[in-house]
């Protein structure tokens, strides 16, 4: 079975090194060798072991018979689509980490590839190394999925764990993880949660087999965390989480991405550093979870590789998977009910006033302030309610 | 696509509420609508709207053309084997949950179900509802797995948590459990360990490719665990855990069911009550676990229906599995090594003799007897030097 990768970064090198590294157990369970024959890049890598694979012409690979599994490892929505459509439409089967590629133009390609009778795969899309993806599609069929709640982004996890155990704050933690490789330069698309955002997405859009459009999740990142929130959040026995998550109501989901206070009962309360982890509750199956290295080079490629053995296994057949193109209608954030907690310097028979019988929060060492926890509400509600409190930060709180 | 059911005990008519329940979603993601026939069973549920389904011999269902899909949730290994394997020969598709089934018979099903160019998929068969077996065998692919370490009797573990808990000794916990139902009238098969064993024994199959022996694995039940080894677990911030393990050790493999104390640091420390969760380690991936409902009627149930939705969309297909009828050796657990903890009466002088620098515990109220944590140790030298000194409970320690 011969196979390209396209795009030879941190991920596509991670592919290539799997397939060498663990090659007859890999040729085992596939039925056959899985073999790189051409590697996608702009870049030359003249002396590297693939260098003579190297083209930079994605026709060359579209046009050749030989090739039945493509490996998408670029990023980005351009020209990765462009290059992915290329091949289901030459009839090869396409295996994809890239979550914006099928946040944005998943069904369109899953249709593509059905009717081609190849596959489109992207394992490592969500959760890195977790499978999660083919659980979902192949595991939970017989439930329906009530809720997903899940810490996806191994970058902010990282930061607020950090945050948790250093006290710092977050300006100083971004660097940190900057230096260390968990963070990118422009760290804007994990920070303000639009990744995590995609990843929920794409998760919501399997259970439901509708397109969920990432741009309809309220989404909050952890930018506004500050040291101070989690010292309350210690006082409390909570940690801040940056949590992604999706819940059936009536015939839709409502989804959201945003910081979460949660207590040491919450299932994934003892997710930290770069782990990522999925909580799954079925109508049938009770609650589940999944979990590992959300991140990095070879727990990702690790996903990528399965997704080209399944398809080697599926060479013949399309798998059958649920993603139509018609948009399913969020239900809007605004009408869900949330539990808040709030740090203010305004007047407790002010709060009391307003949000009638809340727990309050004292911490001796900060004065000048204190925190409140709300009932559960309306979210539009609270944030009515709120315009008349002066607030320093406000985190919802997970139960 | 018409079903049926062998045998309508817990699980079977499990699978029978899912299906009619789950109606629409199970249509959606099978492809098509999946209905149920014949219920085979010995009773007869007059009353009950499964009654005019109810057929007593299987050859009926063997012989129906209409019939693709056969569930398989009788337990034990015959009749369930003769019934099984006549569905496979018929060519019918098989799920089954049966745990015994799957450990004795797994790989000669497998060859069969392939040669018929159907499939045989027991997800239910490890972990009740936790997606594994499949996991196992699609997602985990690109690795080599070099450790499986899980919590897989739901019985055992809710009797360890309610010792932990309530601080009561073995015998009452038991009858406890028979009373809720948690452990069966004859609780052999649950508290010496078998079921665990049964079920390791599959994992370890899968991950080899190979066909592993129940009877190899060395097992140890949990019914020497007291109540004062609850006591010095909890002194020394541990819970004592039943754990079924299989380890890569060169070419092959090391399993062990056994009681371990669990450091709070272990990833399974926090699985409680009825709850299994398994941890894998891939050579590439790293750490993963899977945690949820390892038992009970509908987690259980569920993971046959999504078998049964697997097998409608693989209708026309076999889906490639390892499992080759040659059997692994297994390397024996005496060449392994492990860290123990030892109760004893004896002096403490003579326990430093022979073991050298150990890690004594005490505890004021226990009087007459101490503790001691063994360094890393090959277990045939444990076992050689302990000999020599008078024990009263011997477990080892999970790093």
Redo the contacts between chains.
């Keep these: 079975m011969k196979a390209a990768v396209m795009g030879y970064g941190t991920i596509g090198s991670g592919v290539v090194e ?1 397939l060498e ?2 090659k007859d ?2 040729k ?4 056959e060798p899985i073999e790189v024959k051409y590697v996608l890049d702009i870049r030359d890598f003249s002396g590297d072991p693939i260098a003579d694979k190297i083209v930079k012409d994605y026709s060359i690979i579209a046009q050749d018979p030989e090739i039945s599994i493509v490996v998408e490892t670029m990023g980005g929505v351009e020209p990765a689509y462009t290059f992915v459509k290329a091949m289901l439409e030459a009839g090869k089967h396409v295996a994809t980490s890239n979550k914006a590629l099928v946040a944005d133009k998943g069904a369109e390609l899953i249709a593509l590839a059905r009717e081609k009778q190849v596959n489109f795969l992207f ?1 490592a899309s969500v959760g890195g ?3 999660i993806i ?2 979902i599609n ?7 999925i009530e809720e997903i709640t899940g810490i996806l982004n191994g970058t902010t996890n990282y930061m607020m764990t950090q945050m948790a155990e250093e006290g710092l704050e977050f300006d100083d933690v971004l660097k940190d993880a900057q230096a260390k490789g968990y963070a990118e330069k422009d760290p804007t698309a994990d920070i303000e949660g639009h990744d995590a955002c995609r990843k929920i997405a794409i998760l919501t859009s399997l259970v439901c ?1 509708q397109q969920v459009d990432f741009s309809d999740i309220h989404t909050e990142g952890i930018t506004k965390i500050s040291a101070t929130d989690i010292k309350y959040a210690k006082a409390m026995g909570y940690a801040i989480k940056l949590l992604a998550t999706s819940k059936k109501v009536g015939d839709t989901y409502m989804a959201m991405v945003a910081p979460h206070l949660l207590p040491v009962s919450h ?1 994934l309360y ?1 997710v930290n550093d770069v782990f990522n982890a999925i909580y799954v509750r ?12 959300g991140a ?1 080079k ?2 990702t ?6 997704d ?3 398809m080697a ?2 060479v ?2 399309n ?2 998977l ?1 993603w139509r193109p018609e948009k399913l209608e969020l239900r809007d954030a605004g009408q869900g009910e949330s539990i808040f907690f709030v740090r203010t310097n305004d007047a407790k028979e002010k709060v009391q006033e307003i949000f009638g019988d809340v727990k309050f929060v004292e911490i001796p060492e900060i004065g000048g302030e204190f925190g409140f926890i709300t009932p559960v509400i309306k979210e539009e509600e609270f944030y009515k309610k709120i315009e008349n409190v002066t607030t320093l930060s406000i985190i919802r709180v997970a139960e």
């Design positions: 799997i590294k663990n157990s890999i085992n369970k596939a039925g394992e190394g977790i499978p083919r659980p192949s595991c939970l069929t017989g439930d329906v087999g299932p003892t079925g109508n049938m199956l009770g609650p589940a979870m999944f979990y590992g290295s990095g070879l727990p490629a690790s996903a990528v590789v399965a080209m053995v399944d296994k599926h013949d057949k798998i059958l649920q």
